[in-house]
């Protein structure tokens, strides 16, 4: 049987939990982790709606993009529907998991990457990396050991680069220390300086994994007192960050782009600015409200930029150099659903999941 946990963690190795930004409320926000679960709702929002759903079904776990609550709960009495939606998954024990801008903020399995697939994007990148994702590991270690902690380490998730795993530097040099007092040296002898051939080893580590770096590292390795040093690199991961660019196969007339945008992306209606380019091909995405990378997407050489929650007045930011978008917060991140949807019945056998059989977009069009 499968515990809530386990889908949590399975959830958080794609987006992890220090990927959301500051202002957000990502992971398990309403009930018991230890649960077995007995099926998986995904849904964009959590709404009294989608928990009767759950409900009828028999799922005790929801999987979804929005934050159920964002602000502290003062007190839980039903007042509003944030209140009575929490109050209702309680008293059926069902758990509420939510993956929002941690999961806008990964290449694989994202957000926007999502939409690139439904658009046919090809060459595809992160529109904005995210700073402060890169740290290294240098460590000591004596080449009897070297492979022993070397693969430790990228058990843990060291050496992780795009599409390469396991990339890791050695360089072997001559180490000395002495153990005093009290010590019990791996090698060498209280009181006497000891020379060892140790070989300095370097890898890359994504900087939410430092806790199980360095447990690793102090699992394998032989010595008493590990010499290690950890640094912050400048450089930017680029799998990790905001938005999404790429290229269509072939350019198409601006004209006719917007009603295949409309379809592809199941949208009523779409807000843009003038049609400034007579072809498309160089497309630049964001789910959600996504105004704050126009120049990201506009210094990248898009054609269009494609993201929702425009104000009358920002329309005016594209000052001819590109074409904005706006296709409604709700259609551009529809397809997280079906993005949990997959993840979740690849890798889990034992409970049924199920995607929102209905909208839950608040917004209508007469």
């Known amino acids: 049987m499968t515990k809530i946990s386990e889908v949590i963690h399975f959830l958080e190795q794609i987006a992890p939990p220090a990927l959301q930004e500051n202002y957000d409320n990502a992971g398990l926000l309403v009930g018991d982790a230890q649960q077995t679960v007995t099926g998986v709702l995904c849904s964009l929002d959590v709404t009294e709606t989608v928990v009767d759903e759950a409900i009828s079904k028999g799922f005790n776990l929801i999987v979804a993009h929005h934050p159920i609550i964002f602000g502290g709960l003062k007190r839980l009495t039903g007042r509003n529907y944030i209140e009575k939606t929490v109050i209702k998954a309680i008293k059926n024990d069902i758990a509420i998991y939510v993956a929002h801008t941690n999961l806008d903020n990964v290449a694989f399995n994202g957000v926007n990457t999502k939409i690139g697939e439904k658009l046919g994007l090809e060459n595809g990148r992160v529109l904005r990396t995210k700073e402060k994702t890169c740290k290294k590991l240098y460590t000591y270690v004596p080449l009897s050991h070297l492979d022993a902690v070397r693969n430790s380490l990228f058990a843990a998730g060291a050496g992780k680069i795009g599409h390469y795993d396991e990339c890791g530097f050695v ?161 551009t991140e529809q397809f997280t659903i079906e993005l949990f949807f997959d993840l979740i019945c690849k890798n889990f056998t034992t409970f049924a999941a199920a995607k929102i059989s209905i909208s839950s977009n608040p917004v209508f069009y007469a």
Request: glycine share 10%; proline share 3%; hydrophobic share 40%.
């Open 171 to 331: 360089t072997e040099g001559l180490g000395s220390f002495r153990a005093g007092a009290g010590a019990n040296p791996f090698v060498g002898e209280v009181g006497e300086r000891h020379y060892e051939k140790e070989a300095k080893l370097e890898v890359i580590f994504n900087s939410w994994e430092e806790r199980s770096i360095i447990k690793a590292l102090k699992n394998a390795h032989p010595y008493e007192e590990i010499a290690y040093e950890i640094v912050a690199l400048d450089n930017h991961n680029p799998y990790i960050g905001s938005g999404w660019i790429g290229t269509l196969p072939e350019k198409i007339d601006s004209g006719d782009f917007l009603p295949i945008l409309k379809q592809k992306m199941q949208a009523t209606v779409i807000r843009h600015t003038a049609l400034c380019k007579k072809t498309i091909q160089t497309v630049a995405v964001c789910g959600g409200a996504g105004g704050f990378l126009l120049n990201d997407a506009i210094a990248a050489g898009a054609d269009i930029f494609i993201t929702s929650d425009y104000k009358y007045h920002e329309f005016f930011d594209a000052n001819g150099r590109i074409i904005i978008a706006d296709i409604g917060h709700y259609e």
